[in-house]
């Protein structure tokens, strides 16, 4: 299961049977678990933990040094959930000190080539990133997010739950559940209903979703007004308050 040319630092730990392709380089504190499938000519540095039934293909940089110039060697580690694919020549970099020591990756995502996650990024399951799409450090991305390619995403910003970045977008800003960004600097473009469909969200949610949208983009209110007529709305509306609540922790301007 690992080829004799693969070089595997001796505090690894692996299943046993993991597969590693021809020159790939395992490094310290790497550990990897059952059903996981490591190309050829990939690197892995630690600390860096790995779950179960990850495709990883061909040249990609997994667990990396984060690109901080803050970075002076301190602990940071990454740590990456099951079934995740990880496509060519995508590069995923450790946590830093300052930056909470983490660089996290949940389940079942679909990370394309040439994909770049860096230093202290949170994200969640079920995501997908197609090609060239760019993370900045310590971004958080919800489940079922979708970026499109070469969309590139500026530190500390959130993109949340079942949103959707088109191609070429670059984000600034927050992006709340449910919605889609177009246009090359971040233009809201209603919600990703297609999306909410075709994961089982009843009519009656996309329309509650639809009218928090509204509120929020198109009547003309005040971020303050818009978030009060939420909070009203939210009563009633799990999807709503999901809205709010991202809207209530953000530290950045939202994209609006």
């Given at each position: 299961m690992i080829h004799p040319s693969a070089q595997i630092d001796a505090t690894a730990k692996l299943a046993a049977d993991v597969s590693v392709g021809p020159f790939s380089v395992i490094g310290a504190e790497v550990e990897i678990a059952a059903g996981t499938t490591v190309g050829p000519h990939v690197v892995i540095?630690?600390?860096?933990?790995?779950?179960?039934?990850?495709?990883?293909?061909?040249?990609?940089s997994v667990g990396a040094d984060p690109q901080d110039k803050k970075f002076h060697g301190e602990r940071?580690?990454?740590v990456i959930g099951d079934a995740n694919t990880i496509r060519e020549f995508t590069?995923?970099?450790?946590?830093?000190?300052?930056?909470?020591g983490a660089t996290r990756i949940g389940d079942d995502n679909?990370?394309?080539a040439y994909a770049h996650i860096a230093h202290d990024c949170q994200v969640g399951d079920h995501t997908i990133f197609s090609n060239?799409?760019?993370l900045a450090g310590h971004v958080e991305i919800g489940d079922y997010a979708i970026l499109s390619g070469f969309a590139g995403v500026h530190q500390f910003c959130r993109v949340g739950e079942h949103a959707f970045i088109g191609m070429g977008c670059l984000i600034n800003g927050d992006v709340p559940p449910f919605v889609i960004v177009a246009n090359e600097y971040g233009r809201p473009r209603g919600i990703n209903a297609e999306?909410?469909?075709r994961r089982g969200f009843s009519p009656e949610r996309i329309a509650a979703i639809k009218r928090a949208y509204k509120t929020l983009y198109v009547s003309k209110q005040s971020l303050d007004e818009a978030r009060a007529e939420l909070a009203r709305m939210a009563a009633g509306e799990p999807d709503v308050k999901r809205m709010l609540d991202f809207i209530e922790r953000g530290q950045r301007a939202l994209m609006r």
């Open positions: 540095q630690g600390p860096t933990r790995i779950g179960r039934d990850n495709r990883i293909f061909q040249f990609a940071g580690e990454l590069t995923i970099n450790r946590g830093t000190g300052a930056g909470g679909w990370i394309m060239n799409a760019t999306g909410l469909k």
